[in-house]
């Protein structure tokens, strides 16, 4: 029977409740979908752009890409590997803000 009251008094309370469940995935789309406009309106323009057509890669650029590559790869293969040592510092260095006697524990503070 108390099940019963909670359960019916829950459902009302429900009822009253102007407080709707998030949809995250929906709040996203509506932003992006804003944050477009807004560019789109920024550069005047009432549509996106069409894709333009994909392009074959000049042989000059791949071929520059290419031996980059080959070359980062050749620089990786000799470079010694990483002394786990030459992270931590060697030497500390300190350096007073304050001269002894000033500061808040100073004399006469």
């Keep these: 029977m108390e099940l019963a009251v909670l359960l019916a008094l ?6 009253f409740s102007t407080c709707r469940s998030l ?6 789309r509506k932003r992006i979908e ?12 009432p549509e996106p752009p069409a894709e333009p ?3 074959p890669l000049p042989e000059e ?32 260095h300190r350096f007073p803000m304050e001269l002894p006697g000033e500061g808040e ?3 006469g503070g």
Excluded at 10 to 15: D, T
Excluded at 34 to 45: D, E, M, N, P, T
């Design 105 to 107: 524990w100073g004399a």
């Design 10 to 15: 829950l459902g009302a309370a429900r009822a």
């Design 23 to 28: 949809d995250l995935e929906a709040a996203r």
């Design 34 to 45: 804003a944050v477009r406009g807004q560019i789109l309106s920024k550069l005047r323009l």
């Design 53 to 55: 057509p994909p392009r």
């Design 61 to 92: 650029v791949r071929a520059l890409y290419n031996s980059t590559r080959e070359l980062l790869r050749q620089r990786a293969r000799l470079r010694p590997p990483d002394d786990p040592e030459e992270y931590y510092a060697k030497e500390l």
